[in-house]
């Protein structure tokens, strides 16, 4: 059973900084890219940061410069560094894992509220 698993969202002022963790477990396929994607409240699901496993990194655009999109010493883990927030940074953050085979793996999100 392969598990994805967030941590790391909270409450914090504009400004302020955030790093979200993720952890991808119980697949026996690589995972080939794990990305960040945020839902804000009545809107879509959006991709913000993506890692492949060859190092290319996508960003969204509102993001490019102030999150940071890295991988962890463990195998599968990724963290999000999100500095300057913004109050339109409010959502909730999903871990997204794609296996080598093309299965998409989701986590169930942590939120992250930036107070204006």
């Known amino acids: 059973q392969v598990q994805v698993v967030e941590s790391g969202g909270g409450l914090v002022q504009a400004g302020g900084s955030l790093r979200l963790s993720c952890a991808a477990s119980?697949?026996?396929?690589?995972?080939?890219?794990m990305g960040w994607y945020r839902q804000a409240p009545g809107k879509q699901r959006e991709l913000v940061a993506g890692?492949?496993?060859?190092?290319?990194?996508d960003y969204a655009d509102f993001v490019r410069g102030r999150f940071t999109i890295f991988r962890g010493y463990v195998k599968d883990t990724m963290y999000l560094q999100m500095n300057s927030l913004e109050s339109d940074d409010t959502a909730v953050y999903y871990c997204?894992?794609?296996?080598?085979?093309?299965?998409?793996?989701w986590g169930q999100g942590t939120q992250v509220t930036v107070s204006s």
């Open positions: 890692l492949a496993s060859g190092g290319r990194r």
């Open positions: 997204n894992a794609i296996s080598d085979r093309g299965d998409n793996y």
């Open positions: 119980g697949t026996i396929f690589s995972i080939n890219y």
